[in-house]
């Protein structure tokens, strides 16, 4: 079945450092999203990406698909104390979706 | 307001009892989920619904049950027969009626934390 393995679980990082977490896939995708999540709270969508090798951005978040559809990543530039939180992908493989593990973030002011 | 409310966000129930997790949305949506998670874990699939009607069972199905009467609502009951219920469980809903998410959003309620006593 579908194996999806999210790096780091774990992350604490200084205030206005830069934070990446993975997502592999061992099969190929149609799209991946990524949510999320802050402490106490629910899973928010944050985007969705769908072509090969496509590069998204949101301010200081920039988002990227594999040019082979089988991972993904999530990169945020100096951050702040509001990105705390887990950051989930949800890859989908055209038959189901699946929730990653997460990395949780912390920042340290 | 559009959104998906759960209702209680608190609830806790002795060994052996059924207890029921309301879920309700008014955006219109056809598909709606019930996930699991548990401390510093992803979330898990139970069931999900693409349609009023119908449902599937997801990846941890054991031990729950639930139904979709209405559009609006996807009630999940939480047996007896589930081994180790303590757990946040969240409730979702999109657009798509086509596989367990298809490509459309998930909107996720405020959740709610069960606790077995």
């Known amino acids: 079945g579908q194996q999806v393995m999210q790096i780091p679980q774990y992350q604490h990082v200084q205030e206005g450092e830069d934070f990446t977490t993975y997502c592999n896939s061992s099969?190929?995708?149609?799209?991946i999203q990524w949510y999320k999540q802050r402490p106490g709270g629910h899973p928010v969508f944050l985007i969705q990406l769908v072509k090969s090798g496509e590069v998204k951005k949101q301010k200081r978040l920039t988002f990227q698909f594999g040019e082979a559809k089988k991972n993904s990543s999530l990169h945020i530039t100096a951050t702040q104390t509001t990105d705390v939180g887990t950051y989930f992908c949800?890859?989908?493989?055209?038959?189901?979706?699946?929730f990653g593990t997460g990395t949780s973030l912390t920042v340290i002011p | 307001d559009g959104g998906i409310t759960q209702s209680p966000k608190y609830l806790f129930r002795k060994e052996g009892q059924n207890v029921t997790l309301s879920c309700e949305q008014n955006?219109?949506?056809?598909?709606m989920y019930w996930y699991r998670q548990d401390p510093g874990q992803g979330l898990r699939l139970i069931y999900y619904s693409q349609i009023v009607n119908d449902f599937q069972k997801g990846d941890i199905a054991e031990g729950y049950s639930v139904s979709r009467e209405k559009k609006e609502s996807f009630p999940l009951t939480v047996t007896s027969a589930q081994k180790n219920p303590t757990a946040f469980y969240l409730c979702a809903s999109s657009f798509t009626s086509g596989g367990a998410g298809g490509t459309d959003t998930q909107y996720f309620g405020p959740g709610t934390r069960l606790t077995v006593l």
């Open positions: 949800a890859p989908n493989t055209g038959n189901q979706f699946y």
């Open positions: 099969t190929t995708l149609s799209n």
């Open positions: 955006l219109n949506h056809d598909a």
